[in-house]
């Protein structure tokens, strides 16, 4: 059975991407026949799927219509006979994650800009032509060095990684890196012609063509034409200087000073020595039970006096059906109690079978009444509540197995689960900030370079030697597996309002971008607003977007968020060139006729 029927043209690289990793997969795609670019994507039943217009678009059997490369490409590998083309275990999911970025945002970025320059689609520009160049040499010899111990990018056999890699480098290397560049890159030439020469790929992508020097910027010729000597030109008067409007002092206070924030009244209690978000860090990286694990560290460090601990059983089981919906209302739960995040810890499940379930865990709570912790959620009253004294051992034995995880009542084991631990960010498992980081010196520093190569940032340590040093991999590996749609950021004013525009009319009708709740979608594209909204979209613009201000304020007055991004700030206009003045000498110079 076909998995969908894929919008592309034969020779449009992210499309020949996508069919490869079909290909390699054993998943069957069809093509859309006919399609004549620039009339069946700009057609209304094109563009009621796929709003942007974009290709490659992806039409699913379940009604799914899917519009960027990379979830089209992560999604087709999904369905794959060979699972492990995304990873094996979180860390290889995430490294597969990290290298898809770089090829699309390292090698293919670049080539894509060079390529419009030299091609008449922006006005060329020497100097960001060879800004270009050079970044793209940079990645290139940061692959190369990767490669020189490896045959592939994450592990001992293909994945998407080794796909989308190869299918950027490949594009690059037909028109951009010239035979002599190529010459300084065998492990990369190496890398490249056995993925494509797998018979699958080959199948889709042909044989390798590679250019015999690299693409460079032609001027157009200029039409000779007889011109009659003409009369001097009186020279013309410097245009008045135009007074810049002066800016607001940042540091000045506002004409209305804000309400002072209610003082929370948890805040008041008496110092514990118990230190909740630690005990976070310590139940995620550790064993739960044994020698050594994140009970013996509780034990070793509770405050009974300052913390109490409680049941939390859901009172109308008879409405739980599939497993799923359980724990997704679980999720919805914990989404509910983030204003109370930084004084309680939860681990709750669904126990038993479909149709056949209950919801039961527990809470470690700031003070000894659960109350003020958990009436921030709107839903509390639909749980009951029991104190847990770790002294009596069904107690102790009940509270130990929420954590771990291996709770069971009345016959019914325990099925999946949730915690309510976020530290770092919502819904993330605890990150650490590097302290004293400064920009430009710490990222060139040997130390950092030995680990993330390209001095980028941000970046990520994790435990057991994984380093991830791009964005879109980062977040995926925190959020271990939520549901991702992705916007596409563009510096063209005209096409960052298309997808404003886009995005608008897809949240007329929804709350959140996928799903009834929080996603990584929702905060990844939230964070691109906050960027937009504070320095490139004014007010004026705003106002056509309200459903998209909902969604970002919805996002950035959430507790956990709100507390590492700060208030929300705005700009009042939208930005705009400004040329520098000429110097009185550059004046002069251009009335000498």
Sequence with gaps: MSAGKLHTVPTQSQGLRIRAIAAYGGVQLDLSEGFEMGVTNQSQAYLSKFPLGKIPGLETPSGLNLSETTAIARYVASLGKNSLLLGSTPEEEAQVDQWVSFGDTEIFANGRTIKGLIGGRVPYNKVIDTFYRDRNTRALKYLESHLATRTFLVRDRITLADISVASVVGYSFSWLIDPSERATLPNTVRFYETVANQPAIKGVWGDITYADKAAQFVPAAKPKKEAAPAAPKPAKAPAPKKEKEPEADEEEEPLVPEEPKAKNPLDDLPK??????????????????????????????FDKEGFSLWKCKFKYNEELTLIFM???????????????????????????????????????????????????????????????????????????????????????????????????????????????????????????????????????????????????????????????????????????????????????????????RITLADISIASVLKSGFEWLIGASERAAFPNTLRLYETLANQPAIKEIWGEPIYVAKSPQYVPQAKSKKEQESATIP
């Design 272 to 301: 514990s020595n118990f230190n909740l978000e630690q005990w976070k860090r310590e139940y995620s990286n550790r064993d739960t039970r044994g020698p050594g694990g994140s009970l013996e560290y509780f034990y070793q460090n």
């Design 326 to 516: 359980s724990s997704n209302q679980i999720g919805g739960f914990f989404n509910r109690l983030e204003a109370s995040r930084k004084y309680l810890f939860g681990s709750m499940g669904v126990l038993g079978e479909a149709n056949n379930s209950i919801i039961a865990g527990c809470f470690i709570c700031r003070g000894q009444d659960y109350k003020p912790v958990i009436d921030v959620a709107p839903d509390w009253e639909s749980y009951d509540f029991e104190p847990i004294n770790t002294d009596n051992e069904a107690d102790k034995a009940y509270f130990e197995a929420s954590l771990a995880w291996d709770l069971e009542i009345d016959g019914k084991k325990w099925a999946d689960g949730k915690n309510l631990r976020a530290v770092a960010a919502f819904g993330c498992a605890p990150i650490e900030t590097a302290e004293d980081f400064k920009l430009g010196v710490t990222n060139k520093e040997p130390e950092y370079l030995a680990k993330f190569p390209l001095g980028k940032i941000p970046s990520f340590e994790a435990k057991g030697r994984l380093y991830l040093s791009e964005t879109f991999a980062i977040g995926r590996y925190s959020e271990n597996g939520s549901t991702i749609i992705y916007l596409s950021t563009n510096l063209h004013r005209e096409r960052n309002a298309r997808a404003l525009k886009v995005l608008e009319s897809h949240l007329a009708t929804r709350t959140f971008l996928v799903s009834d």
